[in-house]
């Protein structure tokens, strides 16, 4: 076990914060996405001239600490440069007026540069915060061609995507640090912002606004396919859920229509149409369910079913009791809904 004094304890926790801050599942120094790549350098900028700074005084009060112990006249302690300035106009206007300069002018073109696609976006993404969970709207040419899903959103590599994002309920932040930096999501108005993944992959990302007592527990991934993977994943999630043609999946199908799910949860396909949770249709087809609470597996969504208020207090999502026999259907018709 390493122990660590007292005196460096401040210092080993400031490195570690750092450290921690650029690895893990939400890397803010990643450059992975287009606009992520222009705030990482805008990032290490500022760092980097705040460290110069930093290291610049320290030198300055351990010269002025040195040179009073030496007990110097007064008139040695005034110095000047090459050109006669006094050293307070250089060190307290001159040096400090050219670092403002060039952080603002490398600040407005970082601005300037993430502020839209430089060609048409790819698709346009309508993301809508709920209290809390995710749901993902594309756009389509008409309602049969538009997909809704949630929290997953599923993007061409090396296209520029329009996201629109809003809220029905309280404040929210979009954050997928490896792509982009934070977009609120604020009620009453919809704001925009574009993400463009430059190579293939999950990207993890979360709300970045408290948003209440399940805050940490609304977590949403950016999967960057292909373009022709892609169009096929779109073509997939358009089509409604498959008939229920087994008597296993007709059964469980049943207990979805009588037991209350369809009062809150779409299939399309179906006759159920219920707005208040996560559309359905596709469930199958994503890799978490409860907004990244849980791996999609058939024992978690029973678990989820019948325990949902267990696994995250205060969400939407009551506790239903059903029998085993239909839990079990149930999970098994939802596993099928690819």
Not at 252 to 273: D, P, Q
Request: proline share 6%; glycine share 10%; with cysteine.
């Amino acid at each position: 076990m390493i122990r660590v004094s007292r005196r460096r304890a401040p210092l080993v926790f400031a490195l570690g914060a750092c450290g921690m801050a650029g690895c893990g599942p939400l890397n803010t120094l990643a450059r992975d996405g287009t606009t992520a790549s222009s705030e990482t350098s805008l990032g290490w900028f500022l760092v980097i001239v705040s460290c110069t700074v930093v290291l610049m005084v320290t030198i300055l009060v351990l010269a002025a600490w040195a040179r009073s112990r030496r007990r110097q006249t007064r008139d040695d302690v005034v110095f000047t440069g090459s050109s006669g300035l006094p050293w307070i106009a250089w060190g307290g206007v001159v040096i400090p007026s050219i670092v403002l300069v060039a952080a603002f002018l490398f600040t407005i073109g970082t601005l300037d540069a993430v502020a839209a696609p430089e060609r048409a976006p790819a698709a346009t993404i309508q993301i809508i915060g709920h209290q809390w969970w995710w749901e993902v709207r594309y756009e389509g040419v008409g309602p049969a061609q538009g997909v809704v899903t949630a929290n997953e959103i599923h993007v061409p590599v090396g296209e520029p995507v329009r996201l629109e994002l809003s809220t029905s309920d309280v404040i929210h932040s979009f954050w997928v640090p490896e792509l982009a930096g934070k977009t609120d999501l604020i009620p009453g108005q919809t704001n925009t912002t574009w993400i463009e993944a430059r190579h293939a992959g999950v990207f993890g990302g979360t709300c970045g606004e408290y948003c209440g007592a399940q805050h940490a527990h609304m977590q949403i991934r950016v999967i960057a396919d292909p373009p022709a993977r892609f169009q096929q994943w779109l073509v997939d999630q358009r089509a409604p859920a498959g008939q229920a043609s087994a008597p296993s999946t007709a059964d469980g199908l049943r207990v979805f229509m009588t037991s209350g799910c369809a009062n809150c949860h779409s299939i399309r396909g179906t006759l159920a149409g219920g707005a208040v949770g996560p559309d359905l249709t596709h469930i199958a087809s994503r890799t978490t369910i409860a907004a990244g609470a849980l791996p999609n597996t058939e024992a978690n969504l029973m678990g989820w079913i019948v325990g949902a208020q267990a696994i995250k207090p205060g969400s939407d999502m009551p506790t239903i009791a059903v029998p085993a026999r239909d839990l079990q259907s149930l999970a098994a018709y939802l596993e099928t809904l690819k």
